[in-house]
Nanobody, 120 residues
Framework: QVQLVESGGGLVQPGGSLRLSCAAS????????MGWYRQAPGKQRELVAA???????NYADSVKGRFTISRDNAKNTVYLQMNSLKPEDTAVYYC??????????????WGQGTQVTVSS
């Protein structure tokens, strides 16, 4: 089994910053893609940013220039630095990892979610 532990959410004023972290542990052979998704009330879950093992990243248009995703492969940890936050960034943020387990089976796992609220 693989466990994902997220941290870093909270309440911040518009224009502020937060940094999310997600650490993966357990039966992991390799992790290819690490990503962050978010789900606002009444909306579908959407991709915020994702990063491949080699470092190539992609972002939702709504966060380009404000958010930065990074990863530490040695620690199986992914980060999301969120700057210039807007009220519309308010959502539950979920970490996702995809790769291969020690058993050779595919790995796809979700974190428990962390609330980000942007409000004055």
């Amino acid at each position: 089994q693989v466990q994902l532990v997220e941290s870093g959410g909270g309440l911040v004023q518009p224009g502020g910053s937060l940094r999310l972290s997600c650490a993966a542990s357990g039966s992991i052979f390799s992790i290819n893609v690490m990503g962050w998704y978010r789900q606002a009330p009444g909306k579908q879950r959407e991709l915020v940013a994702a990063i491949r093992r080699g470092g190539r990243a992609n972002y939702a248009d709504s966060v380009k220039g404000r958010f930065t995703i990074s990863r530490d492969n040695a620690k199986n940890t992914v980060y999301l630095q969120m700057n210039s936050l807007k009220p519309e960034d308010t959502a539950v943020y979920y970490c996702n990892v995809e790769g291969v387990q020690l058993t050779g089976m595919p790995l796809s796992s979700w974190g428990q979610g962390t609330q980000v609220t942007v409000s004055s």
